[in-house]
């Protein structure tokens, strides 16, 4: 018979207590501080895994999946459709180099000079082949660059970037099988005829009390998730594409938008980001810092070497490319989400998921703070008058 | 002279005491007075495009009701009053609004922060008196409630 001690472990009640008291916690500190709450629920994760023991359990792994599903799907949903047709060309260059040489760069390092097993390695460059969208867009806002077609090509080469990444995360650990061929049929079938789909639903049943919209989209992602885990392929891939092929639904439609935050911040995410911080191990993080150091150098050097040349070639002003090139350096989700497949699925152990996510969290912040420090472009502040210009490429007769 | 008043409104007493001197001062210069809103500690290394977009709601919101307090006001007393929000740091955000506005007085409102914070951070009041292109006026509220 289990003893109190164990009741109160097993006590589901006490449990989400304490992980909601966190996230509670997080919240506060956020507001406080000005500071993304999906970062300091990370940082009250680690300190809750290394200080409090507290400790996953399956029910929270399920909320903490779902988290990072819904996020990366609000990531696809979040994309201005019509900023990514107008700046096409120089996004799908910018973004595809931002997310090939990183990953390149940081596999290499991982696996030639960290000595890290071929796979471990490629979650290392998977990791650190991002861009973080939203550290780059909470930038763009406090310069008003956002306003600015720099900035919508910035922004619309980072979601190119992300693409990237989740394809990468998609494909690499993949069994292409039967089931990946059955997972690819229906993904095609689906997001062909989502948009129409969730409209019809929208405009029959929707935003009643009932939400069947949000059950129909929750539906979509559960099942495609599902078939790519038998594909033995990663959920956030059709999570992706499945946002992305609803942000013109979603554009229109605030209060949808609102309604899926409003369940993901409040209850998924916060299961997501502390778990992401849960298996940070201090000591690692000590014992790694050269390690970590060199590998958000890599990422950053990587990134500049990749971005820069592509942007100049497209016009960018010198100061207006640095800056860019520190903003596409910039990652935190979908590099945290990718560190913990890995250690979810055994292809990295605890000392390389902490030395990983760590490197991301510094790549958050450090290229952030170089950017803002000694590149910030000059922008008319006021009126959203443009700036930071670059040469928008010609239209092309067959461009539509 | 002071045909043209910025004040810095955020919300706060002493904020609202600027305002009702700027608009005292517009009074007596027949002069057009500008309120500008920082919307200050969006929040950094965001996760989602959505957390950014929900603060800056939130704060507009928030800025859109004392920006309509202020144009209540302003109108009691018949000043012409425009209202601006924009997003960052408010010291450099009051400094170069005045400058591209082509302010001619500045007029902002001394929080008093503490010791330590001013020692480490310096107060919006200093940075402000410290660049801005015009004549700045720290209004200050005194116990009684007067400058």
Request: glycine residues 10%.
């Given at each position: 018979m289990?003893?109190?001690?164990?009741?109160?472990?097993?006590?589901?009640?006490?449990?989400?207590?304490?992980?909601?008291?966190?996230?509670?916690?997080?919240?506060?500190?956020?507001?406080?501080?000005?500071?993304?709450?999906?970062?300091?629920?990370?940082?009250?994760g680690v300190l809750a895994g290394n200080f409090l023991g507290l400790h996953?359990?399956?029910?929270?792994?399920?909320?903490?999946?779902?988290?990072?599903?819904?996020?990366?799907?609000?990531?696809?949903?979040?994309?201005?459709?019509?900023?990514?047709?107008?700046?096409?060309?120089?996004?799908?260059?910018?973004?595809?180099?931002?997310?090939?040489?990183?990953?390149a760069g940081a596999f290499a390092f991982a696996f030639w000079a960290?000595?890290?097993?071929?796979?471990?390695?490629?979650?290392?460059?998977?990791?650190?082949?991002?861009?973080?969208?939203?550290?780059?867009?909470?930038?763009?806002?406090?310069?008003?660059?956002?306003?600015?077609?720099?900035?919508?090509?910035?922004?619309?080469a980072c979601f190119v970037t992300d693409f990237g990444t989740v394809l990468l995360l998609g494909i690499l650990f993949a069994r292409f099988d039967a089931w990946m061929l059955l997972f690819l049929a229906i993904t095609v079938l689906v997001l062909w005829n989502l948009p129409q789909l969730l409209r019809l639903v929208i405009a029959r049943l929707g935003h009643r009390v009932s939400e069947p919209e949000i059950k129909f989209l929750f539906l979509v992602l559960f099942g495609l998730g599902g078939l790519a885990k038998l594909a033995q392929s990663e959920a956030v891939l059709p999570a992706y594409l499945v946002g992305l092929a609803v942000a013109g639904v979603f554009l229109r439609d605030r209060v949808l938008m609102d309604r899926m935050r409003t369940i993901a911040f409040s209850l998924l995410t916060p299961f997501y980001f502390l778990k992401a911080g849960l298996y940070v191990s201090l000591p690692a993080v000590a014992s790694g810092a050269g390690l970590i150091a060199a590998l958000l150098l890599v990422k950053m050097v990587a990134k500049g070497v990749g971005v820069w040349p592509v942007a100049g070639a497209f016009g960018l002003a010198r100061r207006d490319n640095a800056?860019?090139?520190?903003?596409?350096?910039?990652?935190?989700?979908f590099g945290t989400i990718s560190a913990l497949f890995g250690l979810d699925n055994h292809i990295i152990n605890q000392a390389q998921y902490t030395i990983l996510v760590t490197t991301v969290i510094g790549s958050a912040v450090v290229p952030t703070l170089i950017a803002q420090r000694y590149f910030t472009p000059t922008v008319p502040s006021v009126d959203g008058a443009p700036a930071g210009e670059y040469r928008l490429p010609k239209r092309r007769a067959t461009d539509r | 002279m002071f045909a043209k008043i910025l004040v810095g409104l955020d919300g706060s007493a002493a904020a609202q005491h600027a305002l009702e001197q700027a608009l005292d001062m517009a009074q007596?210069?027949?002069?057009?007075?500008?309120?500008?809103?920082?919307?200050?500690?969006?929040?950094?290394?965001?996760?989602?495009v959505g957390e950014m977009e929900d603060e800056q709601a939130f704060k507009g919101e928030y800025f859109r009701k004392i920006h309509d307090q202020a144009r209540r006001l302003a109108a009691a007393k018949g000043v012409p009053l425009q209202t601006q929000t924009v997003s960052g740091h408010a010291a450099d955000q009051l400094v170069r609004t005045a400058r591209e506005g082509g302010h001619t007085l500045l007029v902002i409102g001394h929080t008093g922060h503490s010791r330590l914070h001013n020692l480490f951070l310096g107060s919006t009041a200093d940075r402000v008196v410290e660049h801005a292109p015009c004549p700045v006026l720290v209004t200050r509220q005194q116990a009684g409630g007067s400058s």
């Amino acid at each position: 018979m289990p003893g109190r001690g164990a009741n109160r472990v097993d006590n589901i009640w006490l449990v989400a207590a304490a992980w909601m008291g966190l996230a509670l916690a997080a919240s506060l500190v956020s507001i406080q501080l000005g500071i993304s709450v999906a970062l300091i629920e990370i940082l009250v994760g680690v300190l809750a895994g290394n200080f409090l023991g507290l400790h996953s359990t399956g029910w929270v792994d399920f909320l903490a999946t779902f988290g990072s599903g819904l996020l990366t799907f609000l990531a696809g949903a979040e994309i201005d459709p019509e900023a990514l047709r107008r700046h096409k060309r120089p996004a799908l260059a910018i973004g595809a180099v931002s997310c090939l040489l990183p990953f390149a760069g940081a596999f290499a390092f991982a696996f030639w000079a960290a000595h890290w097993e071929l796979h471990a390695a490629l979650i290392a460059g998977v990791a650190l082949s991002t861009t973080s969208v939203a550290v780059v867009y909470a930038v763009m806002v406090e310069t008003g660059l956002n306003r600015t077609e720099l900035g919508k090509l910035i922004l619309a080469a980072c979601f190119v970037t992300d693409f990237g990444t989740v394809l990468l995360l998609g494909i690499l650990f993949a069994r292409f099988d039967a089931w990946m061929l059955l997972f690819l049929a229906i993904t095609v079938l689906v997001l062909w005829n989502l948009p129409q789909l969730l409209r019809l639903v929208i405009a029959r049943l929707g935003h009643r009390v009932s939400e069947p919209e949000i059950k129909f989209l929750f539906l979509v992602l559960f099942g495609l998730g599902g078939l790519a885990k038998l594909a033995q392929s990663e959920a956030v891939l059709p999570a992706y594409l499945v946002g992305l092929a609803v942000a013109g639904v979603f554009l229109r439609d605030r209060v949808l938008m609102d309604r899926m935050r409003t369940i993901a911040f409040s209850l998924l995410t916060p299961f997501y980001f502390l778990k992401a911080g849960l298996y940070v191990s201090l000591p690692a993080v000590a014992s790694g810092a050269g390690l970590i150091a060199a590998l958000l150098l890599v990422k950053m050097v990587a990134k500049g070497v990749g971005v820069w040349p592509v942007a100049g070639a497209f016009g960018l002003a010198r100061r207006d490319n640095a800056y860019t090139t520190l903003l596409m350096s910039t990652g935190l989700t979908f590099g945290t989400i990718s560190a913990l497949f890995g250690l979810d699925n055994h292809i990295i152990n605890q000392a390389q998921y902490t030395i990983l996510v760590t490197t991301v969290i510094g790549s958050a912040v450090v290229p952030t703070l170089i950017a803002q420090r000694y590149f910030t472009p000059t922008v008319p502040s006021v009126d959203g008058a443009p700036a930071g210009e670059y040469r928008l490429p010609k239209r092309r007769a067959t461009d539509r | 002279m002071f045909a043209k008043i910025l004040v810095g409104l955020d919300g706060s007493a002493a904020a609202q005491h600027a305002l009702e001197q700027a608009l005292d001062m517009a009074q007596l210069t027949h002069g057009v007075v500008t309120v500008l809103s920082v919307e200050e500690k969006l929040p950094a290394y965001a996760a989602t495009v959505g957390e950014m977009e929900d603060e800056q709601a939130f704060k507009g919101e928030y800025f859109r009701k004392i920006h309509d307090q202020a144009r209540r006001l302003a109108a009691a007393k018949g000043v012409p009053l425009q209202t601006q929000t924009v997003s960052g740091h408010a010291a450099d955000q009051l400094v170069r609004t005045a400058r591209e506005g082509g302010h001619t007085l500045l007029v902002i409102g001394h929080t008093g922060h503490s010791r330590l914070h001013n020692l480490f951070l310096g107060s919006t009041a200093d940075r402000v008196v410290e660049h801005a292109p015009c004549p700045v006026l720290v209004t200050r509220q005194q116990a009684g409630g007067s400058s």
